[in-house]
């Protein structure tokens, strides 16, 4: 009985109470699953040690044994660190995490330190320990004590102050001598720095402060963009005016993932080399996690358009490529390429009205022209005198009213589109986008009007096609009957025959 009675005393003039209750309180408010399990480890530890010292202190009191007063000076010093811990964690994760307060960890860190030591003196000197004897004792071991631990005090004062001048912030992508990668905490001797590959590299403080340090992506007053520099080499064949503007033209306006619209995509002319011109694409990068596949999708990009434009990479002059070649000549590759081409012309029914003779000349000037996927292959209000057959691949037709797209129409191989541009020189009347990888074919209207020329009656015969396709499309939206569907075709007919023979100049 004795024993419970001292207990209860040793535990009442230690606060043992309010130190259980305020780290309820603490544990309570915190609501970060990971400061809470660390919380909780600490107060544990504390409150354990507290309580066991108390617990000796009582047995050694109630029995009149010696060392009843260091025990309960152990018990008062780390219920005075368990109550700092435990008030610190209400403030800072209770009180400032509501009203949106976001303070450093090392701040919490340093002050919890601090006034740790600081109640544990203040608790040693109401326990009557006399602490002067310890002090004067202490000066050689705690000189020693500093030599040795400067790399550990440089890396805590380093920690500090790059957060006192925020330098850097958690979130920021940073390239420190090889490493590179995203801040994602900052602690008393290192700052932890997640890189692409997965790995968490921690960097001593005081290595940030002695080396040069590059932010990533960070301007004053804009958001947060990368340059990337997409390098590729051109022959002399080609004008660099001409590859500039193919390249530009194929990434600006792409609306490309991760590519910023603002400031604008530029191919610049770097270096002459022997053979070729060494250019370079530079775009913006938005999200500085993807660079590799950002990158891979701009090449893509550029490596298409300059397909498209008849622009070839250029291959180091000193490379030497052997292949096998088959016994058949050139001229049959150009035949078969040739037959190529006609077939995909024979698929489509708006060419059927015409002669052998007239596929074989419009398969010889179709132009290869592959989209990647992702690419706008015509945009809506466009002006642009050719039209497209698609050979392999898909696309989607989209349509945008009243400021929305939707859209209206799928398209797969054997499929046409641009007749009306190219037939009267329209503008685009949707915008198509590839869906997949587009290999297709573009017919321009210089080819087209060699064959007109020669045959102007075929003029009536596209027309007749147009509009039955206009009028099927109109009795669609509108609910027209089988009569009221003739007399529209018959209208529309009339009015592109009309345009047609004055695109051409037919008269």
């Known amino acids: ?125 109401r326990a009557n320990m006399n602490l002067s ?62 890189t692409r590959n997965w790995e968490t590299v921690l960097v001593p403080n005081l290595l940030l402060l002695r080396n040069q340090v590059t932010v990533l992506g960070r301007r004053s007053g804009q958001p947060q ?31 490309i993932d991760r590519v910023a619209a603002t400031p604008l995509p530029n191919c610049v002319l770097l270096d002459m080399a022997d053979s070729y011109g060494k250019y370079a694409l530079r775009y913006w990068l938005t999200d500085l996690a993807a660079d590799d596949p950002t990158d891979s999708e701009v090449r893509t990009r550029i490596y298409f358009a300059l397909q498209r434009a008849g622009i070839k990479l250029a291959i180091p002059a000193q490379s ?3 292949t096998q070649e088959s ?46 996927r992702g690419e706008v292959i015509t945009r809506q209000g466009a002006e642009a005198h050719w039209l497209y057959l698609i050979e392999e691949g898909s696309a989607s037709v989209r349509i945008a009213e009243a400021g929305v797209e939707r859209e209206v129409a799928k398209l797969g191989p054997a499929s046409v589109f641009g007749e009306m541009s190219l037939l009267t020189g329209a503008r685009r009347a949707a915008t198509v986008i590839a869906e997949s990888d587009v290999e297709c074919f573009r017919l321009e209207k210089a080819a087209f009007q060699r064959v007109i020329e020669r045959r102007p009656e075929l003029v009536a015969g596209f027309a007749a096609t147009l509009a039955r396709r206009n009028a099927e499309l109109q009795a669609a939206r509108e609910g027209l ?21 004055s695109f051409f100049g037919l008269g």
């Open 1 to 125: 009985m004795k024993f419970f009675v001292s207990l209860w005393r040793e535990a009442l003039d230690a606060h043992t109470p309010w130190l259980c209750l305020l780290a309820l309180v603490a544990l309570a408010s915190v609501r970060d699953r990971v400061h809470r399990q660390r919380h909780f480890r600490a107060q544990a530890f504390f409150i354990a040690v507290h309580l066991v010292a108390l617990t000796f202190a009582s047995a050694l009191h109630s029995s009149e044994s010696g060392g009843h007063n260091e025990f309960r000076t152990l018990a008062w010093v780390f219920g005075a660190m368990g109550f700092v811990g435990a008030g610190a964690s209400v403030v800072f994760h209770g009180v400032f995490a509501r009203v949106r307060v976001a303070l450093p960890p090392i701040v919490e860190d340093v002050l919890v330190g601090l006034l740790s030591v600081i109640a544990a003196v203040t608790a040693a000197s």
């Open 133 to 194: 004897g310890l002090i004067a004792t202490s000066a050689v071991f705690t000189a020693i004590l500093g030599f040795s631990l400067q790399d550990v005090i440089g890396n805590v004062a380093s920690g500090l102050a790059l957060q006192v001048d925020t330098a850097l912030e958690v979130g920021d992508w940073i390239k420190v001598n090889d490493v590179t990668g995203r801040v994602v905490e900052v602690r008393w001797r290192y700052t932890a720095i997640e």
């Open 225 to 255: 963009q990368w340059r990337r520099w997409v390098h590729f080499n051109v022959d002399w064949r080609h004008q660099p005016s001409d590859v500039i503007e193919v390249v530009q033209g194929a990434v600006r306006g792409a609306e």
């Open 320 to 322: 030497v490529a052997v």
């Open 327 to 372: 016994t058949d000549p050139p001229v049959v590759k150009t035949e078969r390429q040739a037959e190529r081409r006609k077939s995909v012309l024979q698929s489509v029914g708006f060419f059927r009205t015409l002669a052998d003779d007239e596929l074989d000349e419009l398969a010889r000037t179709l132009r290869y022209a592959p989209f990647a």
């Open 481 to 501: 009957d089988e009569e009221a569907t003739r007399r529209r075709q018959k209208t529309v007919e009339r009015d592109l025959l009309d345009r047609i023979q």
